[in-house]
């Protein structure tokens, strides 16, 4: 027998033309023993090339066919296998290009994430398609397109792959390959290949099971919001019955199977949108390395935890000690859900649905020098559960009353006068509960002195003194001292106290009744009782606040004084009605008042807080000199307050009816809560902002925050400085017959959330969630108070969230406080940047709690039922990678110190959705996760979503959907803010196509954090203002329900802001607010779902055999389900190994693939 030599087998690759002086000779050889023995994958039988006697064609065919899959499994291994490796479909580049064709991008590092987004071009890897050989570099992003009317090209997907007639958009979708040439001089073959991506489709057969079984416990019917196990395929076109049941499941083998099996011929043209097959590792993009499990290392190693310290710094992000959060502040509160019903050291009765205020041990928010309050802006070591001081307000009123017996009637009798007038003041406290469960505390005391105010006492248009008389100098004793007037309001439930006190969730509160006896009356006071006849400055001290104003409605009451004429200032008119420092009036005499700021020795107007006789928090303004103070506290009008203000102001107002003495007078038996011609004429108010009735407009749901126990607030620079403040200091006018300050009586609720009064505002909002349940998406821990140190800026959401704050220069995630506090940082980036792609959670926790009642197991039971196959875990797309013996030793690995490392080897993710998908109806199915499902609200129980996709700003929330089925609040204010957002078909598919919009914008994005973040940049690029999700939805519009609540913001009406990048805040200034919808509310529901790689790929493989003049005598197809698994290519490194600690081939081949499923196609399936 003849014997022939073995020659090199060759690729040749038509069109291309090597350079000249060099041999371009890609062998197959070369090829075999880079994707083949560096790197054994794939189990499939050997390739046999034909002999010269052989004559099977076919035979040759298919195994250039399986050649072609090999080598798209090595160019896969080789691209792909390493963890720091992003995949994206090249239709997100070039959008002319087939959604199937997939891209592979260096990942970020993690010095980038801080950083202006890098040329995605340099960090461009390969196409994973046979074509992508046809270039000499394999380094470029730009895909060549392969026109199917070549004739040299064949189909890998075409028309019977994606439905017959198909449309223009459609045909787009179809994948051809101009194949490779191989053979020698007398052998010759063609082959092809594509790898298809199944990342960046829906999956379609997880199992359509969301009912809320009553039998189930609280905890899971409030998890399934947060971790829907299915996709809304149904609600695209065509698709409404697909929804699989397990039977049904268990057949799709193949995407034809599916089709098959659900009978939805229609299917077939989804194939570029959805799969059966996508499951994804929780792998590292940036770091590379499994990610890090937090509900493993919450729950057994939270000690670990506290010694990373810092969360910035630990992850290499800008820090600043005195802002950068505290890890265990994570995983404080984590297991908040533990302590609902429990008493605690600063709660001793909490009732059983409620959670107890309380405070690190660590928190010392102020010192006291030399008699000042000195802040401690400081990073809590744990969660400061507070209810909100969101108001503290001092209503000031006249009133006349029957001159004193003794020498002061004698005086004013001389003087013919028949009245002394008197100045009441009335502290008002608004506390809020901004969280979805009630709130108790046991004692809370707030303190606060020096309120900068004076007034001038006028009677018959003629002043009692030369200018304003300060409050701290009406009193005989003191009226020529600095002494101090100093309020300390113990907040109590009633005159008997004791008991603890609960704010229902997201209930505002209003303590406006000082503590005496509802009969005390002006009598009461001339006795030895003196509770609230303050003569003697020392009254106000100590006292007890009870809740619901004083009065009903206009009326006036409060402590009184009756001093208002500083004998050092008096005029010569004083002689006339004033007996020494007090002022009289005849019964006919038309009395008024000029009242205006005035600056008290030590500039600061400080607020401090106390939770059962300890320190919990402090607000301090610095307002300067006098001039700055009546600059800041006239700046402005509101929708409440819309006329221009100049002090002094004199009241009442000329367009008012005028007051007679004889008027405004009360009787001595009157008792003080039934004052109704006591008439309230001015309003000092430290305020948290609204939407609508600041004076200084802003964001203040985006921007700002009330849930601080630290503030320092420098507005000593003048009018503009208040921008950047948290709260504001005004002066306001009370008009005649207005209540001055607008209250819910019944419920003694305060109207703080849009407004301040119920034309505006409402008296609920719930802007935070104590969880009921272990979490499931990092985004959750936008509620954990990232930002609360008491550095600005101030911020009420971070995770998850990502607007540019005006106090930053969008290119940059460092700025400078204006206010000298120092370096600043941008916490909703830099959360992101720290989070996302380091960190998951398996909710392997333990069940512990009142929603776990009669279910309750620790961590490591759950960890045994879920390996064991027994149970589902808390995100039930989470199955588990080993099985058996296996498995029962990945229960107790996990157990083990260092175990949160070790979870993610043993986990897969299915459907995880990678967010470079530019599939517009993989998105709308994605959205619509939560379609047709029942969620649980503690009003209603549970509501039917319907045709709705519900998304919730918290688990549990506090009402009903605000909007859509279910809803029974239409022109209501309060379900805007305590209820959830639910869109309809239009709106998902609108969000769908602006975000697709968006990430063709900005992808392909190299982490999830990119994806959640902004882009770094100058402030006149739309993409540094805002994360991607959150663009889509401006975009699409999505908040009209909630805009109403609000005002637009624009150049024109923001005052004079020293912000350093104003353009962050124009638009609507309901952002953030409960009833708007955010891309955190989103990432609640979808962003444990979210990757930014495949993990699973589809292959679709040609060979064809030739003759010796190279004309085709059989083609063949075949197809393959490849999947990345957590073991290392090279078995000799542990799955959880550290990516510094690989072996050379691990570092370079990352992590081994394996075949699921193979199968030869026929060309009708083509």
Not at 1096 to 1113: C, L, M
Not at 1134 to 1160: K, T, Y
Request: with cysteine.
């Amino acid at each position: 027998m003849k014997t022939h030599p073995i020659r090199p087998l060759e690729l040749r690759i038509p069109g291309l033309q090597p350079p000249s002086g060099f041999a371009l000779i890609i062998t197959i050889s070369l090829m075999v023993l880079l994707s083949l023995l560096a790197v054994g994958l794939l189990a499939l039988s050997s390739v046999t090339l034909r002999g010269s006697n052989s004559g099977d064609a076919m035979r040759e065919a298919r195994s250039n066919a399986k050649l072609a899959l090999e080598l798209a499994i090595g160019q896969l291994q080789k691209e792909a296998g390493p963890d720091t490796r992003i995949t994206a479909s090249a239709n997100l580049v070039q959008s002319s290009a087939p959604r199937g064709i997939t891209g592979v991008w260096q990942a970020s590092t993690r010095n980038e994430l801080a950083q202006s987004p890098p040329d995605k071009t340099d960090r461009f890897v390969a196409w994973l398609t046979s074509d992508s050989m046809r270039t000499l570099s394999q380094d470029s992003a730009h895909w060549e397109p392969v026109s199917e009317e070549d004739d040299a090209v064949v189909p890998l997907f075409g028309a019977h792959s994606l439905g017959e007639n198909p449309t223009a958009d459609e045909k787009r979708e179809q994948m051809f390959s101009r194949p490779l040439e191989l053979g020698s001089d007398s052998h010759r073959g063609r082959l092809a290949w594509v790898t298809v991506d199944e990342s960046t489709k829906a999956r379609f057969d997880l199992l359509d099971d969301h009912s809320t079984s009553t039998q189930e416990s609280l905890a899971r019917r409030v998890c399934r919001s947060a971790a829907p196990r299915r996709v809304g395929v149904f609600a695209l076109d065509s698709l409404e019955n697909l929804r699989p049941n397990a039977a049904m499941v268990s057949k799709f083998a193949t995407f034809e199977s599916a089709i098959f099996g659900t009978q939805i011929e229609k299917l077939r043209t989804y194939r570029p949108d959805l799969t059966p097959w996508s499951l994804s590792l929780m792998t590292n993009p940036v770091d590379g390395g499994l990610k890090t499990d937090l509900s493993t290392l919450i729950s057994e190693n939270p000690t670990e935890l506290e010694s990373d310290g810092s969360l910035y710094a630990y992850a290499g992000l800008p820090s600043h000690r005195s802002s950068d959060p505290e890890m265990s502040t994570l995983a404080a509160y984590h297991e908040l859900y533990k302590e609902i019903g429990k008493s605690n050291a600063f709660t001793r009765t909490v009732r059983s649905d409620a959670v107890g205020a309380s405070l690190p041990g660590n928190l010392r928010p102020y010192t006291v020098r030399g008699g000042r309050y000195v802040t401690n802006a400081q990073v809590p070591d744990g969660m400061v559960l507070l209810p909100n001081l969101v108001r503290v307000d001092m209503v000031f009123s006249l009133v006349a009353r029957d001159p004193h017996t003794g020498s002061w009637a004698d005086s004013h009798k001389a003087l013919g006068n028949n009245y002394m007038l008197h100045l009441m003041y009335l502290p008002v406290v608004t506390l809020h509960n901004p969280y979805n469960i009630p709130l108790s505390f046991q004692s809370m005391k707030i303190t606060f002195q020096d309120v900068p105010i004076g007034f001038k006492m006028l009677v018959g248009g003629r002043p009692a003194t030369t200018d304003l008389v300060p409050l701290n100098n009406m009193y005989i004793d003191f009226q020529n001292s600095n002494t101090s007037k100093q309020f300390g309001i113990n907040l109590k439930r009633s005159l008997t106290g004791g008991a603890a006190m609960t704010l229902e969730p997201g209930q505002t509160k209003i303590f406006g009744t000082i503590g005496v006896n509802p009969s005390w009356n002006w009598n009461s006071e001339l006795g030895n009782n003196r509770l609230l006849f303050d003569w003697e400055n020392k009254n106000t001290g100590d006292v007890d606040l009870l809740p619901k104003m004083m009065t009903d409605s206009t009326g006036g009451a409060g402590f009184d004084i009756d001093w208002l004429a500083q004998e050092s200032r008096q005029t010569s008119f004083a002689k006339y009605f004033c007996a020494r420092g007090t002022v009289g009036a005849k019964k006919n005499d038309i009395v008024s008042v000029e009242w205006g700021p005035v600056r008290q020795p030590s500039s600061e107007f400080s607020i401090i807080m106390e939770l059962n006789g300890r320190p919990a928090g402090i607000y301090k303004i610095n307002y300067g000199d006098e001039k700055n103070l009546t600059d800041i506290v006239s700046e402005g009008t509101s929708e409440r307050f819309p006329d221009p203000r100049s002090f002094p102001f004199s009241s009442p107002e000329s367009s008012s009816p005028k007051w007679r003495a004889s008027s405004i007078y009360e009787a001595p038996n009157t008792p003080f809560n039934q004052y109704s011609r006591a008439v309230p004429f001015a309003l000092f108010s430290f305020s948290g902002k609204t939407t609508q009735d600041s004076f200084v407009p802003a964001r203040p749901y985006a921007d700002s925050s009330t849930n601080l126990f630290v503030a320092d607030l420098n507005i000593s620079r003048g009018k503009g400085a208040a921008g950047d403040q948290p709260f504001e200091l005004a002066m306001v006018p009370i008009k005649a017959q207005t209540a001055p300050i607008a209250e819910n009586r019944e419920d003694e609720e305060g109207f703080f959330f849009g407004g301040n009064d119920s034309d505006r505002g409402t008296s609920r909002a719930t802007f935070n969630e104590i969880p009921r349940a272990p979490l499931q998406s990092l985004a959750q821990f936008r509620h954990a108070n990232l930002a609360n140190s008491g550095t600005p800026p101030f911020m009420t959401y971070t995770v998850g969230e990502s607007w540019a704050h005006p106090m930053l220069p969008t290119d940059e995630v460092t700025g400078t406080d204006p206010g000298g506090s120092g370096e600043i940082l941008d916490h909703t980036y830099l959360c992101n940047a720290a989070l996302w792609d380091r960190y998951f959670f398996s909710t392997m926790a333990d069940y512990e709690g009142d929603a776990f009642s009669g279910t309750s197991k620790s961590a490591a039971e759950v960890r045994e039922e879920f390996f064991a196959g027994d149970d589902v875990l808390l995100n039930p797309r989470f199955t588990s990678l080993v099985h058996g013996h296996e498995a029962d030793q990945a229960a107790s690995k996990i157990a083990a110190p260092g175990g949160d490392q070790e979870v993610a080897r043993y986990l897969g993710l299915k459907g995880g959705f990678n967010v470079n998908s530019t599939s517009v109806d993989a998105w709308i199915a994605m959205l619509s996760s939560l379609r047709d499902t029942e969620v649980l609200n503690q009003v209603d129980g549970a509501i039917e979503s319907q045709t709705y996709s519900p998304f919730l700003r918290v688990r549990y929330p506090s009402a009903g959907p605000i909007e859509g089925a279910g809803s029974s609040f239409f022109g209501e204010n309060e379900p805007r803010w305590q209820g959830y957002r639910q869109l309809d078909e239009s709106e998902i598919k609108s969000l769908a196509e602006n975000l697709v919009d968006e990430i063709r914008e900005r992808g392909p994005f190299l982490s999830l954090a990119e994806f959640v973040n902004r882009r770094l940049g100058p402030s006149n690029d739309e993409t540094a203002l805002r994360g991607a999700l959150s663009s889509a939805i401006q975009k699409a519009d999505l908040n009209a329900v909630i805009e109403g609540d609000g005002i637009e913001l624009e150049a024109g009406n923001l005052g004079t802001h020293q912000w350093v990048t104003p353009a962050a805040v124009i638009g609507t200034n309901t952002e953030g607010a409960p009833g708007s919808l955010t891309q955190g509310d989103i990432l609640t529901s979808l962003g444990s779902q979210l990757t930014v790689r495949g993990d699973t790929f589809v292959i679709r493989a040609y060979g064809e055999s030739t003759s010796k003049r190279g004309q085709p005598e059989a083609r063949a197809w075949c197809e393959a389900v490849v999947q990345r698994t957590p073991e290392f290519t090279d078995l000799r490194d542990a799955a959880d190994s550290a990516p510094d600690a690989l072996n050379p081939v691990n570092s370079r081949f990352g992590r081994h693939f394996e075949v699921l499923s193979f199968r030869w196609l026929v060309s009708d399936e083509i």
